[in-house]
């Protein structure tokens, strides 16, 4: 079955400063990885979708890699804002968009 | 702009109740998901559907029942409401049918129940 695992649960960064959001899968047999952001009491927002034959996609600040071979996927945020806090989650897709998710990152960034 | 969205933001029943939730998409997106999610469990899938008329249960289907009559709407319904089915509730759309993996999944507001 598979697992996925999101390191540091919560993150508080200053303003400005370049993060990395680590996310690790179990199951290497995966169609894809999406990344999503999620306000307080708010639906998922779509961020970044990987496909298995792509090491990477970015957009705008965001850049997020895939090594399905090990498991491991990080989304990149350069010269974070306050208005990024929110937590981060990030899910695979092993059978026909069925998603398994990560618990998530609650990141915070202060002025 | 894509568009998923459910019924009621908040909803509050009693134990035994039969309640719906109800979610809409304008995306003429075959795939529609129920997902609950609670805190430290994360996201879990409860139902999902390919196409009208279809469903496939998700990871924990238990006490929970689901209606696809038209492609646009995904009903989940709760036969007989209990207090560990108190959580925030969350519809999603995506493209491609059973076969495809290719799509973003578009998620909607949430529904926070809570049953008393």
């Known amino acids: 079955k598979q697992e996925v695992t999101q390191i540091p649960a919560a993150l508080s960064v200053p303003e400005g400063e370049n993060l990395v959001l680590n996310c690790s899968f179990t199951?290497?047999?995966?169609?894809?990885l999406q990344w999503f952001r999620q306000d307080p009491g708010k639906g998922l927002t779509s961020l970044l979708l990987i496909q298995s034959s792509q090491r990477e996609q970015t957009s705008g600040r965001l850049n997020a890699s895939l090594d399905k071979s090990s498991g491991r996927s990080t989304l990149y945020i350069a010269a974070s804002q306050p208005g990024d806090s929110a937590t981060y989650l990030c899910a695979v897709d092993g059978t026909a968009s069925k998603l398994t998710f990560g618990t998530g990152t609650r990141l915070q960034v202060t002025l | 702009d894509v568009k998923v969205t459910q019924s009621s933001r908040y909803l509050v029943k009693r134990t035994g109740e039969k309640v719906f939730l109800e979610c809409v998409q304008d995306?003429?997106?075959?795939?529609m998901f129920w997902y609950r999610q609670d805190p430290g469990l994360g996201l879990r899938l409860i139902y999902f559907s390919y196409d009208v008329k279809m469903k496939e249960k998700g990871d924990i289907p238990e006490g929970y029942s689901v209606s696809r009559e038209k492609k646009e709407r995904f009903s989940l319904i709760l036969e007989s409401a209990s207090t560990n089915q108190t959580s925030m509730y969350l519809c999603?759309?995506?493209?491609?049918?059973?076969?495809?993996?290719?799509?973003?999944?578009?998620f909607g507001p949430g529904t926070r129940l809570t049953v008393t």
């Open positions: 199951d290497s047999a995966i169609y894809n």
């Open positions: 995306m003429d997106h075959e795939n």
């Open positions: 999603a759309s995506t493209s491609g049918g059973s076969h495809a993996s290719y799509y973003e999944q578009y």
